[in-house]
């Protein structure tokens, strides 16, 4: 068996500077790690070491590392031979902001960072403690998967993590930050928890690699361009965030874990709010067109809204046609989901409904108020979409708002046709205050739409069936959709002037602070799948 360290000369055990001598000697190689040529590897593929993460990530000198000293006991396969300190991850806690975070990182170097049943029991730790502390757990991830030479035991290490992960889940909030390869069964740790952040060009996730693709399929096809953080981010949506560097991804965790409570027992922190409650949003008045079919960005009307215009998209290259967001206003934390005109017109298909569902559980878990800012003309038409189950996926949205017990309020900016309008937080399935604006149209469907089925045979039989149509289009108009139509019905609380919005997202957001719903009593839910 190799000895990894030597008892310093000339000092009998038995005395104490000696043992601390030791101890310091063992501690230093444990931080070093398996030396200067592993980590100039490490650098050369763009890659930080996990204790320079774990800096980056931390507030300067709050971290408190737990089992340094940890090694593997398994024997076969040379193992017996190799027995470095931390067994290739390195636990422990410390500070973002002065709050504490519980974080563990993979050391590439150790193991290509694969998973044994010593390092499995480090992570289960951690994982235990940050549970029990009521404090966020942060996943460094940069590993190769189950360390093989240890079988079925690495396996189960897997098995430990994901039912923490799911013990967690709506408890802490829990972020995998993807600095390195994921493969196998290692990426559906990630997938449990609540965001996922990647870097371009150096971590991967798939199931299957490229090699067992070619072999079963036939297909070529890269790492990155299998299971790359772009293609995580636009195609599977199993990315949340991806960013060019590790330094600007861990500063974006960094942040996410400011707007963050540290437990679903918690309030997110709130700060000093930058602009005064009531200044006004004149800009808004020209941001939005009146004209239906005109498309605008919904993220400068968000800009407008938010203190300092500053938010947090969440998938934001994912289901672009609806907008995910985290803010402030007046200095409180708000979820934001917005309906994106810019994007299919602002249409709900499946990606937006599953987007948006999860998103919305997300807030509710960790009280995080939500505002919905809807322009949408309606679930998108198709073969495609019925066949892909559209009922389902949208039914998840709905199921989500519905359960949700946070404050919520809408704002209907423009149009709000059908089931969409139903389903994006009305008050007819438990919003707690609705707004809209001047240009506010609620219907079942759009005028022209509306008026081709009342009116089809007088449309039919008219001398110029055109004529009629416009003309029957022009009343449906003026008796339905009129801008006081809900609100002569009761079905928004107010019509607001848009310059004003700020003012009374503010205002209504503090009346409803400490807003108590109870839930009928239950083991859980059974939502759509």
Known sequence: ??????????????????????????????????????????????????????ELLLDPGSFNEVEQLRRHRATGFGLETKRPYTDGVIT?????????????????????????????????????????????????????????????????????????????????PQISVMLGPCAGGAAYSPALT????????????????????????????????????????????VCHFAYDDEETCLAEVRYLLSLLPSNNREMPPAVTGPDAVGGSCDALLDLVPVDGNRPYDMTKV???????????????????????ALARLDGHTVGIVANQPQTLAGVLDIGASEKAARFVQFCD???IPIVTL???????????????????????????????TVPRISLILRKAYGGAYIVMDSQSIGADLTYAWPTNEIAVMGA??????IFRRQIAAAEDPEAMRARMVKEYKAELMHPYYAAERGLVDDVIDPAETREVLVSSLAMLRNKHADLPSRKHGNPPQ
């Not at 968000?302 to 995910?324: K, S």
């Not at 949408?376 to 998840?396: M, N, S, Y």
């Not at 022209?448 to 089925?453: D, H, I, K, Q, S």
């Open 1 to 54: 068996m190799t000895v990894l360290h030597e008892r310093p000369a000339g000092l009998p055990e038995s005395d104490a500077r000696g043992r601390v001598a030791e101890l310091m000697g063992m501690r230093e190689q444990a931080v070093a790690g398996p030396g200067e040529k592993a980590t100039e590897a490490q650098h050369a593929k763009g890659k930080l070491t996990a204790r320079e993460r774990i």
């Open 92 to 172: 422990g806690w410390g500070t973002v902001e002065g709050r504490t975070v519980f974080v563990y990182a993979h050391d590439f170097r150790i193991f290509g960072g694969a998973l044994g049943e010593a390092h499995a029991t480090k992570i289960h730790k951690i994982m235990d403690m940050a549970l029990a502390a009521g404090a966020p757990l942060v996943s460094l991830n940069d590993g190769a998967g189950a360390r093989i030479q240890e079988g079925v035991s690495a396996l189960a290490g897997y098995g430990g993590i994901f039912q923490r992960n799911t013990r967690a889940s709506g408890v802490i």
């Open 194 to 237: 609540d965001f996922v952040f990647m870097v371009r060009g150096t971590s991967q996730m798939f199931i299957t690699g490229p090699d067992v693709v070619r072999a079963v399929t036939g297909e070529e096809i890269t790492q990155n361009g299998l299971g790359g953080a772009d293609v995580h981010a636009e195609t599977s949506g």
């Open 302 to 324: 968000i800009e407008e809204i938010v203190d300092d215009g500053d938010y947090l998209e969440v998938h934001e290259r994912w289901a672009r046609n609806i907008v995910c």
């Open 365 to 367: 878990a960790f009280n």
């Open 374 to 404: 809807l322009d949408v003309p309606g679930f998108l038409p198709g073969v495609d979409q019925e066949h892909g189950g559209i009922i389902r996926h949208g039914a998840k949205l709905l199921y989500a708002y519905c359960n949700a």
């Open 448 to 453: 022209e739409g509306a008026a081709n089925v």
